[in-house]
T-cell receptor
Framework: AQSVTQLGSHVSVSEGALVLLRCNYS??????LFWYVQYPNQGLQLLLK??????LVKGINGFEAEFKKSETSFHLTKPSAHMSDAAEYFC????????????FGTGTRLTIIP | DTAVSQTPKYLVTQMGNDKSIKCEQN?????MYWYKQDSKKFLKIMFS???????INETVPNRFSPKSPDKAHLNLHINSLELGDSAVYFC????????????FGEGSWLTVV
């Protein structure tokens, strides 16, 4: 079975500061990893994904994440937070490869302080 | 055009009622899903269909019955609604191209009163 752990259910950063949202995964096979964002009362939007190849992946809105196999991590970062980044962020891993069943972390609510 | 569309977006209903949520995808995908997001924002898969065949059926009460009339549609019917069924239900779809990409609908907010 595969799982995802997101450290910190709530993260607050000042506008302009670095955003770091942590995600660790557990997988018995090479994982596909994802970050999704959910704005209030909206659906899920894919920020970025790692499948194979380059371990540093860039996504939308200036976000990026680095796959570190040795640390089983896939942390999400953004150099400078913007007020519009306030949302819920979910890390997810593909399990049962072939059926592409996404297993989600419990989410991290990001608050931006003006 | 919305790739994965689900209706209704908001639904308020009384306990004991039966309701359906419809989902359609125009991406030509073979696989469709239903996910549930509870009040604590936790997201979990409920069902997965591939070419109208049930592939994944997580531990879900049998009051929930998915139906796939064709591979572009996956509807969710819920019988005898309970307060605990209040949640956001997301439909999603993916192809078999092993890209790992899953496309989500906008969600259906179900409130049982």
């Amino acid at each position: 079975a595969q799982s995802v752990t997101q450290l910190g259910s709530h993260v607050s950063v000042s506008e302009g500061a670095l955003v770091l949202l942590r995600c660790n995964y557990s997988s018995s096979v090479p994982p596909y990893l994802f970050w999704y964002v959910q704005y209030p009362n909206q659906g899920l939007q894919l920020l970025l994904k790692y499948t194979t190849g380059a371990t540093l992946v860039k996504g939308i809105n200036g976000f990026e994440a680095e796959f570190k196999k040795s640390e089983t991590s896939f942390h999400l970062t953004k150099p400078s937070a913007h007020m519009s980044d306030a949302a819920e962020y979910f890390c997810a891993v593909i399990s049962n490869f072939g059926n592409e069943k996404l297993t989600f972390g419990t989410g991290t609510r990001l608050t931006i302080i003006p | 055009d919305t790739a994965v569309s689900q209706t209704p977006k908001y639904l308020v209903t009384q306990m004991g009622n039966d309701k359906s949520i419809k989902c359609e995808q125009n991406l030509g995908h073979d696989t469709m899903y239903w996910y549930k997001q509870d009040s604590k924002k936790f997201l979990k898969i409920m069902f997965s269909y591939n070419n109208k065949e049930l592939i994944i059926n997580e531990t879900v009460p049998n009051r929930f019955s998915p139906k796939s009339p064709d591979k572009a549609h996956l509807n969710l019917h819920i019988n005898s609604l309970e307060l605990g069924d209040s949640a956001v239900y997301f439909c999603a779809s993916s192809s078999r191209d092993r890209s790992g990409l899953i496309y989500f609908g906008e969600g259906s907010w179900l409130t049982v009163v």
